[in-house]
Structures are given as structure tokens and as C-alpha cells.
């Protein structure tokens, strides 16, 4: 697809991947950053014979290994180098590694039950809600705003795009992509971002521009997209 913001119609697209089923426990012990189960790589596999057809003007991938994996099909379809994204790094747990998985267990637990309010303050030892909340935002702003699209000042969302038409593919996790899709879709963050947008293993969300009078806005036109694995492969 062309650069040029005057070729065709096309409209601009973001296309977010939530990453493979993790391993995240092992003989019964917490695994920190996780490399995928056997199922997600099964799971990156089918995403990757899903999206290979398509054009992307960039592919960006998480630092976490996980994402990496899932991401690694696709990128050897295409012939693309791998590129790290650092902002797009989902929210840092306490470090488990190594411990018995009912730790984790219990602490997910303990953070369900909170009042709502105190969720923001997340898991003890780790990045809090809100923290994490503000870097995503913050990194996907940057991210936008180096590629010409920027939103308008006011109470709506509506965004300037100096380049209509790229077609950008975003490969990371299930907190990262809530928060970035909340961000284009102007939508106000909660501390239960994991369970606003259900997001399953290998999933494909899309968020297109359509323009209105001023700029554009961004359109949610599909949601955790799990199309393209068997019902036994559909994991959460």
C-alpha cells in the first residue's frame, strides 16, 4: 500500500494481536516472562496463515518473550526483521519466578476482590494499575504523534491523520492492547482493563479512521477476533 496519502481510498488501520497461551506455570512453580505453551505456538501459527495476506506498513512487537514467539511466524512469512517496541511491555508483575504457583493464585485473587477503586493500586510488589495506565497512554501518544496522528483538542476524540491510509500491526497482550485501543477509541481507563475487552489467545482486534467533519475517528470493526483457531484452541 501506498504512502501516498492521495492513493485510494484506503483507510487507516491498527491491527492488534494479543499473544499465545503462556506457559506460566511449570511443575507447579511461577514462571516470570513465559515462553508460549505448545498450544501457543499452534495458536501463533494459525494467526500467522490468517494475516500473511496482508499488507502492514509496520509490524511492532513487545519485548516479552511471549510476544515474541507469537509474533516470530508471521515476521518469517513475510520476510520482516523483527522490531521491538518497548512501550508496548504489559503491566510488570511481582517477581514469582520460581515460586509456588498458588502464590500468584491467591494474589490475583486478593486484587479481584478489592473494592473497585482499589484496584488501581494492583498487586503488591508490582507496577500499579494506574502506572501502567499512564505509560501505555503515554507510549502510545509518542507512538502516534511521530506518525503524524494527533488528536484534536477538546472533549471528543477526534484525531488529525497526516498520512491516511498506513496500515500498522501491533503484537503484544491483553492489558497493552485495552489500554491502546481505549486510547484511540477515547474511552476513559478503569483498573479492570483485563476484563473491560475480552481478548483471547492469538486474537485480532481492528480499529479503522473514518473521517468526520473536523478529522477522523477511530471505529472498533472487530473484536478479539479468534476466527481463524478450532473452538479446542480458543484459550483465554
Request: hydrophobic residues 40%.
Amino acid at each position: 500500500m501506498s504512502d501516498d496519502p492521495t492513493a485510494g481510498n484506503a483507510p487507516t488501520e491498527f491491527v492488534f494481536v494479543r499473544h499465545g497461551e503462556p506457559e506460566w506455570v511449570r511443575d507447579g512453580y511461577n514462571v516470570d516472562n513465559p515462553p508460549l505453551t505448545a498450544l501457543g505456538h499452534e495458536q501463533a501459527r494459525r494467526m500467522a496463515e490468517q494475516l500473511a495476506a496482508e499488507h502492514f506498513d509496520e509490524i511492532l512487537v513487545s519485548p516479552l518473550q511471549r510476544a515474541r514467539q507469537t509474533a516470530a511466524p508471521l515476521l518469517q512469512r513475510l520476510g520482516r526483521p523483527e522490531v521491538i517496541a518497548p512501550w508496548l511491555e504489559e503491566i510488570r508483575n511481582p517477581v514469582w519466578h520460581g515460586t509456588p504457583a498458588e502464590r500468584a493464585e491467591e494474589a490475583f485473587r486478593a486484587d479481584r476482590a478489592k473494592p473497585a477503586h482499589l484496584r488501581w493500586e494492583g498487586l503488591d510488589g508490582g507496577e500499579s494499575v494506574r502506572e501502567f495506565v499512564q505509560r501505555i497512554h503515554q507510549g502510545s501518544g509518542l507512538f502516534l504523534a511521530e506518525r503524524g496522528i494527533d488528536r484534536v483538542e477538546g472533549e471528543l476524540p477526534v484525531w488529525q491523520i497526516a498520512r491516511p491510509g498506513r496500515r500498522i500491526l501491533l503484537i503484544a497482550h491483553a492489558g497493552t492492547n485495552a489500554v491502546a485501543l481505549g486510547h484511540l477509541l477515547g474511552l476513559a481507563p478503569v483498573p479492570w482493563e483485563w476484563e473491560r475487552f475480552v481478548l483471547g489467545h492469538g486474537s485480532v482486534s481492528r480499529v479503522e479512521a473514518l473521517p468526520t467533519g473536523d478529522g477522523y475517528m477511530f471505529s472498533l470493526t472487530r473484536l478479539g477476533d479468534v476466527e481463524h483457531l478450532n473452538p479446542g484452541q480458543r484459550t483465554r
